[in-house]
């Protein structure tokens, strides 16, 4: 069974820093995109960082130069670490993968930013 599995979401205040975790199991997702996507409550997932495996990497406007996403090719995990962060980005954040055409989602974790 294909799993993506996050870890790492809580609280942190206005400024702080977090560091989201996500491991992959049941393929090797070594030769796929690995990302990071948010949803915050009536909106659409928006995409937050995205890896391909080439080692190109795109980062949403907003997190830009406060967000830095990294991969272990060898571990099967992409992680995100966050730091001055904001209010706004209060959020679910899931960890995405996509193989041979077929997405892959985790179930989500929660981060919370404190004004």
């Known amino acids: 069974q294909v799993q993506l599995v996050e870890s790492g979401g809580g609280f942190v205040q206005t400024g702080g820093s977090l560091r989201l975790s996500c491991q992959g199991s049941?393929?090797?997702?070594?030769?796929?995109?690995m990302a990071w996507y948010r949803q915050t409550p009536g909106n659409q997932r928006e995409m937050v960082a995205e890896?391909?495996?080439?080692?190109?990497?795109e980062y949403a406007d907003a997190v830009r130069g406060r967000f830095t996403i990294s991969r272990d090719f060898i571990k099967n995990t992409v992680s995100l670490q966050m730091d001055s962060m904001k209010p706004e980005d209060t959020a679910i954040y899931y960890c995405?993968?996509?193989?041979?055409?077929?997405?892959?989602w985790g179930q989500g974790t929660q981060v919370t930013v404190s004004s």
């Open positions: 049941g393929s090797d997702f070594s030769g796929s995109l």
């Open positions: 890896m391909y495996k080439g080692g190109t990497i």
């Open positions: 995405y993968a996509q193989k041979r055409g077929r997405p892959y």
